[in-house]
């Protein structure tokens, strides 16, 4: 083996049925690079991670990790789950209910042949890493969802796998402890120099985490991309309504956020570091100055027009980078026009706003 | 009262007189029990010997269904064999097989001349029937259902995402089974090893007809009660019959959770 196929990353085209749902889906990974499996529930999502952990066998395709062939399909090689170097962060975590935290971090060493002493020691490390030094013998049943979140997250890390998936690992948890959790977890994963491969059907945790974006619809893969470029130029009406959103980040104060250059006015009370979301849609786009109510106006450059299904996504220029989406008549008037400034108008209430 | 709320008259009565059909025979028991000599009944040396043996083979009978039955009961809720569920009506065959026609089957398999028993004979000197092992093994064939069905349900009905999670954290089949499913399913697994004993315990047909009733052997604590009250000793052998009863209360209350649904 190369010395450059030894850090190749994830390269995998599986093919998996599961009763009558069959799914079709390629995910090519760099090591440290972290890709999000998007969609809805039933779209396939979890199917992918199973077949990568070993979990479910696939039917036709390839999964190899840095050179190494896990699955070849039917008739070809197969690493059994146990054998694989993958680490899970499963739905509701599964932490085993009967163990402590600490014997539940230990777990992955201990099953390979770590000494009792070793395995406590290192992942009483790694407790204390995710900040849970203080609750080592505490059972699952005693942790907060936000602390069962960190567990789940040393026991997958601990036995320093090449490849970390990760599925829904924010949805169990309220509102409040999510964007702490979020925060904590972004840190974790860019401290992993391993293959990172998220799922999730929120497009925020997805933006969040994520540097790439896999968007998968029925079984097959709708689009793949970074958020912008899903934003600007969604393929579909499917992929442009479930992850085709603006994000910017910034800081808020006194229902003002300064996201750089920028400052909007939000109808939500929030302050410190946020998230803010604004859908194309809710992006109005003038010639001239508007003489309206809205609050949120500035002036910016046309950069390129996508046209879909009697739609067109407008990318803009400006202060910040914002698309929008307009009618294609109302585009078609634009782009007449002396477009070298075109006016964009958002109202406070189509913002939307999270802590970051 | 409203007429909605009053008790039904006929199915409270015959449901009293059934509840009573069942407890009146125990009331019966304990009403002509000796108290006053029933320390000396069950202290006599023989009685103390057929305590101890019932005891001994109870628990070897225990262990041995435990040792095989569950490795079966495991394969019954997991794997997908051809005729799995053939498999499973067959096992469950010594629980509605009267016990003393377990016994001629037990003889007819493993007696000197049984289809087994023959070359046991013949190859290792090994005899079963009219022995202590005989008694074991009879207990256990009556016993091992319990604990295959008990098992069975609890590793069917055990979360397979937990077995998942280990696998995931590179633990083995066996080390899954180990320190995961035999801890998630402890309890129900423990209730089923109780139940199978109770059974063990109380065992007659299929052992007097298998091992016999030889006194030191075979003779457990059933067979010894019945063993008395043939020879006309009754007061002892209602105080043997109390020592079985007793353990069959303290089997109820310990499992009570699982079968009266109530705390």
Excluded at chain 1, 182 to 199: F, I, K, P
Excluded at chain 1, 207 to 232: F, I, K, M, N, P
């Amino acid at each position: 083996m190369t010395g450059s196929a030894a850090r190749s990353g994830l390269d995998a085209e599986v093919v998996a049925r599961v009763g009558r749902f069959e799914l079709q889906a390629e995910l090519q990974v760099e090591p440290g690079e972290t890709v999000a499996v998007v969609g809805p529930n039933g779209a396939g999502k979890s199917t992918v991670l199973r077949a990568l952990a070993g979990l479910l066998p696939i039917e036709a395709g390839h999964i190899a990790l840095d050179g190494v062939v896990l699955d070849g399909g039917p008739g070809g090689p197969f690493v059994p789950p146990h054998a694989r170097p993958v680490g899970v962060v499963f739905q509701d975590y599964l932490l085993f209910p009967h163990l402590s935290a600490l014997d539940n971090v230990a777990f992955g060493l201990r099953s390979r042949g770590a000494s009792r002493r070793t395995a406590a020691a290192r992942a009483r490390t790694w407790l204390e890493r995710v900040g849970l030094d203080e609750h080592l013998d505490r059972r699952p049943g005693e942790l907060s969802g936000g602390q069962a979140q960190r567990v789940a997250l040393a026991r997958a890390l601990v036995t320093e796998p090449a490849l970390l998936l990760l599925d829904e690992p924010l949805a169990a948890l309220d509102a409040t402890t999510r964007a702490g959790t979020r925060r904590e977890l972004r840190r974790q994963l860019e401290a992993y120099d391993g293959v990172r491969v998220l799922v999730t059907h929120d497009p925020l945790d997805a933006a969040a985490l994520a540097d790439r974006l896999v968007v998968v619809d029925g079984g097959r893969v709708a689009q793949a991309g970074t958020l912008d470029e899903l934003t600007a130029r969604p393929r579909s009406r499917y992929v442009a309504d479930l992850v085709g959103i603006n994000l910017l980040s910034g800081t808020a104060a006194d229902g003002r956020v300064d996201v750089g250059g920028l400052v909007l006015t939000v109808a939500e009370p929030v302050s410190g570091e946020v998230l803010v979301t604004i859908p194309p849609a809710a992006v109005a786009l003038s010639l001239t100055r508007p003489a309206g109510v809205a609050r949120n106006v500035w002036p910016a450059v046309l950069d390129g027009v996508e046209r879909m299904a009697g739609r067109a996504r407008v990318q803009l220029r400006g202060p910040v980078s914002i698309v929008a989406e307009i009618t294609e008549a109302a585009a078609a008037e634009l782009a007449a026009g002396d477009s070298s400034e075109i006016w964009v108008a958002v109202k406070a209430t189509e913002i939307s706003v999270f802590p970051a | 009262m409203s007429r909605r709320h009053r008790p039904p008259i006929v199915a409270t009565s015959i449901g009293g007189l059934a509840a009573a059909f069942l407890l009146l025979p125990l009331a019966g028991l304990a009403w002509r029990a000796p108290w006053s000599s029933i320390v000396d009944d069950l202290t006599d040396p023989a009685a103390r010997t057929a305590l101890r043996l019932s005891l001994l083979c109870s628990l070897w009978a225990t262990f041995l269904a435990a040792a095989v039955g569950l490795p079966l009961a495991w394969v019954l809720a997991r794997v997908e064999l051809p005729g799995r569920r053939l498999l499973r009506a067959l096992v469950l065959v010594p629980l509605v097989l009267p016990p003393v026609v377990g016994g001629v089957a037990l003889l007819l398999a493993f007696g000197r001349r049984g289809l087994v028993g023959q070359y046991l004979d013949s190859w290792f000197g090994i005899t079963l029937p009219f022995t202590m092992a005989g008694a074991v093994l009879a207990e256990a064939f009556v016993a091992m259902p319990f604990l295959v069905i008990t098992a069975e349900a609890a590793f069917r009905g055990a979360d397979r995402r937990y077995e998942d999670a280990a696998r995931t954290l590179g633990a083995s089949p066996w080390t899954v089974f180990r320190r995961i499913t035999l801890p998630l399913t402890g309890r129900a697994l423990a209730a089923g090893g109780v139940l199978a004993w109770a059974r063990a315990l109380g065992e007659f047909g299929a052992t007097i007809t298998f091992a016999g009733n030889t006194p030191k052997r075979t003779s457990t604590l059933p067979l010894q009660v019945y063993l008395l009250l043939e020879s006309g000793h009754l007061e002892s052998a209602i105080a043997l019959s109390m020592v079985l009863l007793v353990v069959c209360v303290a089997v109820l209350v310990v499992l009570r959770d699982r079968w009266t649904g109530l705390p």
